[in-house]
């Protein structure tokens, strides 16, 4: 079964057409307690071409992004066009939480894929994401990444979830 996502301004408005052909984009909020969403940084596009994993959004985005609050924050809840890459050392799957770490330490991180990569059963269900956090050792990062699951946008405000806030998805 899908994770029905709510529509939460703060995000829905910055990634809604993440899927769409072309750029490649990445964006993180900070998720915290009581569903406050906090907007990071500004979403950050691929540059042209192959590029070498340290040049892909997943990891230059996080240049821009100072004075993240541990006050009540949940978990890190990263918006890409496509899954992180996994191949090699210094990949994006393997380098994006040791990034988070050195900024926040210890903490969860949601990564949702907006494109059809064909990793899902059936187009309906193209939209991969997974857990992990930051201290989990390249094993563990793979293991979660292997392990993603569908998700969709539900056709709801985060206001609607009566019975709980956004963080508790």
Known sequence: MAL??????????????????????????A????GVVQHLADAKIAEGGAQPPRK???????????NISLLNLVRIEIDCTIMPCDHGRDCCL??????????VGETNIRFF??????????????????DCRT???????????NGHQYWKWAN?????????SYDEI
């Open 56 to 66: 892909h959004p997943d990891q230059t985005y996080w240049s821009g992004v100072e």
């Open 135 to 145: 201290g989990m050792n390249e094993g563990e990062l793979l293991a979660a990444y």
């Open 4 to 29: 029905m996502r709510p529509k939460e301004h703060v995000i829905y408005s910055r990634c809604f057409n993440f899927y769409e052909k072309g750029e490649v984009r990445f964006i993180a909020h």
């Open 113 to 130: 894929a907006h494109r059809n990569e064909g990793l899902g059963f059936n187009l309906m269900e193209s939209k991969r994401y997974f």
């Open 94 to 103: 393997f380098m994006v939480p040791r990034i988070i770490h050195g900024k």
């Open 31 to 34: 998720v915290r307690t009581g």
């Open 156 to 164: 709801l405000t985060s206001t609607q979830f009566i019975d709980r």
